[in-house]
């Protein structure tokens, strides 16, 4: 499944409002960039840390722009599987992107219809 450009810019700005539980030393990147990256990742199917970040890192540059990823020296970074990890662990389960995408994106799935294929449930 591919997100628009539109889905991608506008998943950041829902989750302006999400409180960030993490320290403030070394905070690279902005809690709603790590949500947005990882809903965006679960609505494409992954399910796993390790995927998401797969599916993260794989990113182009127009793509991580669109979701506000970190710009330095030229070049938009994105969140590492810890960083990722780290940032969904610390977000209220209410928030969750498991919970948030069919809310968010619009997509008539329940959230078990979109595991049915999958071994492994989503770590959180």
């Known amino acids: 499944m591919k997100l628009t450009a539109d889905?991608?810019?506008?998943?950041?700005d829902v989750f302006q409002g999400v409180?960030?539980?993490?320290?403030?030393?070394?905070?690279?990147?902005?809690l709603p960039t790590i949500l947005s990256l990882?809903?965006?990742a679960v609505?494409?199917?992954?399910?796993?840390?390790?995927?998401?970040?797969?599916?993260?890192?794989?990113l182009g540059q127009k793509a991580r722009s669109r979701f506000r990823c970190?710009?330095?020296?030229?070049?938009?970074?994105v969140p590492s599987r810890t960083?990722?990890?780290h940032a969904l662990i610390c977000v209220n389960s209410l928030?969750?992107?498991l919970r948030i995408c069919p809310a968010v994106l619009g997509f008539p799935f329940r959230q078990g219809e979109l595991?049915?294929?999958?071994?492994?449930?989503?770590?959180?």
């Open 19 to 30: 409180d960030d539980k993490r320290c403030a030393q070394g905070k690279k990147h902005h």
């Open 7 to 12: 889905q991608m810019l506008s998943l950041y």
């Open 95 to 97: 928030t969750s992107p």
């Open 115 to 124: 595991y049915q294929s999958h071994s492994r449930s989503f770590p959180l």
């Open 38 to 40: 990882s809903v965006a």
């Open 83 to 85: 960083v990722i990890r």
């Open 43 to 58: 609505v494409c199917g992954m399910v796993e840390y390790k995927n998401i970040s797969l599916l993260v890192d794989a």
């Open 70 to 77: 970190r710009k330095r020296e030229g070049k938009y970074e």
